[in-house]
């Protein structure tokens, strides 16, 4: 069984930089994808698909409002994906969440959180204008 551990979470304001990471023990593989979502205020029935990373390959994925601001990475040898976040915003502000899921999903299931099969506890970040 894999368990998902985040941090780097905090308060930032607007325009500035944080990195989350997601470090992962138990039954993990390189090939595990990784996916980072988040949970807005006032939307706690929904989590946002972020970014996420495959396995094999390591391809990337990214939701149109992060491109260009967010980068998703992944270290194998320390078993922990990154979240580096710059140009943040206020609208950025929520609880992100990673979460992991095997397989080789096509791009329309990377993107849905139902696919994923382990979570981590999230961590908030915070913008301030």
């Known amino acids: 069984q894999v368990q998902l551990v985040e941090s780097g979470g905090g308060l930032v304001q607007a325009g500035g930089s944080l990195r989350l990471s997601c470090a992962a023990s138990?039954?993990?593989?390189?090939?595990?994808?990784m996916g980072w979502f988040r949970q807005a205020p006032g939307k706690e029935r929904e989590r946002e698909f972020v970014?996420?990373?495959?396995?094999?390959?390591?391809?990337?994925h990214y939701h149109n409002s992060v491109k260009g601001r967010f980068t998703i990475s992944r270290d194998n040898a320390k078993n922990t994906v990154y979240l580096q976040m710059n140009s943040l915003k206020p609208e950025d502000t929520a609880v992100y969440y990673c979460?992991?899921?095997?397989?080789?999903?096509?791009?329309?299931?990377?993107?849905?959180?139902?696919?994923?099969?382990?979570w981590g506890q999230g961590t908030q970040v915070t913008v301030s204008s």
């Open positions: 138990g039954r993990t593989s390189s090939n595990y994808n």
């Open positions: 979460a992991g899921m095997g397989g080789s999903p096509i791009v329309s299931t990377i993107r849905q959180s139902q696919a994923y099969e382990v």
């Open positions: 970014a996420a990373i495959r396995g094999n390959g390591g391809s990337t």
